[in-house]
């Protein structure tokens, strides 16, 4: 099983204050993608990196997938109570299909 | 229109019971997934269906039976259920090879 660890597990931060979240594994993917799980839903998809050193941005938020395309980062700016959620990643493998995903990351952004 | 849909939402029943659900997907996909969420929120592939067919299927124990009548429904039965299968378990959905899976809303599974 390829294992994606995320850090940190946890985060309670302030309204305004900026974060980063990030996904590391051994293993090498196809893609990596973030989603984002809010309760009593489903994750939903934010993001999807390709290519290694890729950065996307997505208003507040960037995305950035590792050279060696093992590792990536999320970075929020200016988070907002709305930020709020578990931030899941997940590592893509062309072989076999599969999806692995990360241990994730609880964000709580108090107003 | 709701993309990935699961039914029920809530399930709550008795050690020893068999139940079922259903998962229809109108995004045209030819894959399926079913996923168990435990209570550290971590997300575990259980299942993995491609035009009907079978992919994927890790450990799981054999009282967990998927069936998938065509690429659009995928259904997980569950016979004896167990207190150690109460968990949330997602269905969700993807194009063969596009890396990207759209989830269902859940279902909560209580076993008593």
């Known amino acids: 099983t390829q294992l994606l660890e995320q850090s940190p597990q946890f985060l309670s931060i302030q309204e305004g204050e900026n974060l980063t979240v990030y996904c590391n594994s051994s293993?090498?993917?196809?893609?990596l993608q973030w989603y984002r799980q809010e309760p009593g839903e489903g994750p939903v998809l934010l993001v999807t990196v390709v290519t290694g050193g890729e950065v996307k941005k997505l208003k507040r938020l960037t995305f950035q997938f590792g050279d060696a395309r093992k590792d990536s980062s999320l970075h929020i700016t200016a988070a907002q109570p709305g930020d709020t959620g578990l931030y899941l990643c997940?590592?893509?493998?062309?072989?076999?299909?599969?999806?692995?995903f990360g241990t994730g990351t609880s964000l709580t952004v108090i107003p | 229109d709701t993309a990935v849909s699961q039914t029920p939402k809530y399930l709550v029943t008795q050690m020893g019971n068999d139940k079922s659900i259903k998962c229809e997907q109108n995004?045209?996909?030819?894959?399926m997934y079913w996923y168990k969420q435990d209570s550290k929120k971590f997300l575990k592939i259980m299942f993995s269906y491609n035009n009907k067919e079978l992919i994927i299927n890790e450990t799981v124990p054999n009282r967990f039976s998927p069936k998938s009548p065509d690429k659009a429904h995928l259904n997980l039965h569950i016979n004896s259920l167990e207190l150690g299968d109460s968990a949330v378990y997602f269905c969700a959905s993807s194009l063969r090879g596009a890396g990207k899976l759209f989830f269902g809303s859940g279902t909560q599974l209580s076993v008593l």
């Open positions: 997940a590592g893509f493998s062309n072989t076999g299909n599969q999806f692995y």
């Open positions: 293993s090498v993917f196809s893609s």
């Open positions: 995004l045209g996909h030819d894959t």
